[in-house]
């Protein structure tokens, strides 16, 4: 009997994680190492880097891609996007076009 009741305690106590995580989206979680160089949510306003919110989805996705295979080149871009899978790019994308831009 015991057993039973940690079991239901456990489901219960899982339902609000289960819940929160579900609000927040594969690409919201990978983005967190893009805010780093292109800010909070992707909305740098310093002008030396571009800003990601509102970035047209189908238009990252490609870019993103080409600096994986080094069809475009810049340092930093590599080295992040080179561990990153196509749908965890094209979850990126997602992610950052249906943010606000600045």
Not at 16 to 34: D, R, Y
């Amino acid at each position: 009997m015991s057993n039973s009741i940690a079991l239901f305690v456990a489901v219960i106590l899982m339902l609000p994680v289960k819940a929160f995580a579900e609000q927040i989206s594969k690409g919201e979680v990978l983005a967190v190492t893009c805010f780093i160089c292109h800010g909070s949510k992707g909305k740098y306003t310093n002008g030396t880097l571009p800003p990601l919110a509102g970035y047209p989805e189908d238009i990252m996705a490609k870019r993103l891609k080409a600096y994986k295979t080094g069809e475009l080149y810049a340092t930093m871009m590599q080295r992040q996007i080179s561990g990153y899978s196509d749908e965890e790019i094209d979850a990126l994308a997602k992610y950052f076009s249906s943010l606000e831009p600045s």
